[in-house]
């Protein structure tokens, strides 16, 4: 039972990634849609990326996926390029939460310390990743006129 009890806290923990990437989902879905010239803006380009990591983020469901955490890893600092300025520091701490989820090889005694040391600050930057996506990457209406 313990170590039934132990998986539920780690996927408890991945979870989040997963909640956050289904909760930015609903937020930025239209965008895909809405970029029909070559010439996307960064702000576009960037809500574009999000969007297909996203979709990455709802497939992670097994922390010993070293492939697809390679992938998540890799995508992540790529956006932490084109994220706007605000937005760097987190991106580099959800990279690193992954690194650190990598790091467990999928052990579940090392998941559930992780989950349980887990430095407040990613939870927040787990907020203002979807929260500037909820801000920025929903003009399905209109709202292509800003220029950073």
């Known amino acids: 039972m313990a170590a039934s009890d132990r998986t539920r806290k780690v996927a408890a923990g991945v979870a989040l990634v997963v909640a956050l990437a289904m909760g930015v989902t609903a937020l930025i879905g239209p965008v895909a849609g809405s970029g029909g010239g070559?010439?996307?803006?960064?702000?576009?380009?960037?809500?574009?990326?999000?969007?297909t990591y996203v979709g990455q983020l709802?497939?992670?469901q097994d922390p010993s996926d070293v492939a697809?955490?390679?992938r998540l890893i890799a995508d992540g600092n790529n956006?932490?390029?084109?994220?706007?300025?605000?937005?760097?520091?987190?991106w580099g701490l959800l990279?690193?939460?992954?690194?650190?989820?990598?790091?467990?090889g999928g052990d579940q005694a090392k998941l559930q310390e992780l989950n349980a040391t887990i430095d407040p600050a990613i939870g927040q930057a787990l907020q203002a990743i979807p929260?500037?996506?909820q801000q920025n990457c929903t003009g399905a209406g209109s709202g292509s006129g800003e220029d950073t």
């Open 79 to 90: 956006l932490s390029k084109s994220a706007p300025d605000e937005l760097t520091d987190d």
């Open 131 to 133: 929260a500037d996506g």
């Open 38 to 51: 070559g010439g996307q803006s960064s702000r576009e380009q960037y809500c574009a990326g999000l969007q």
């Open 58 to 60: 709802n497939s992670f």
């Open 95 to 104: 990279v690193k939460y992954l690194e650190q989820i990598k790091a467990t």
């Open 68 to 70: 697809l955490l390679d």
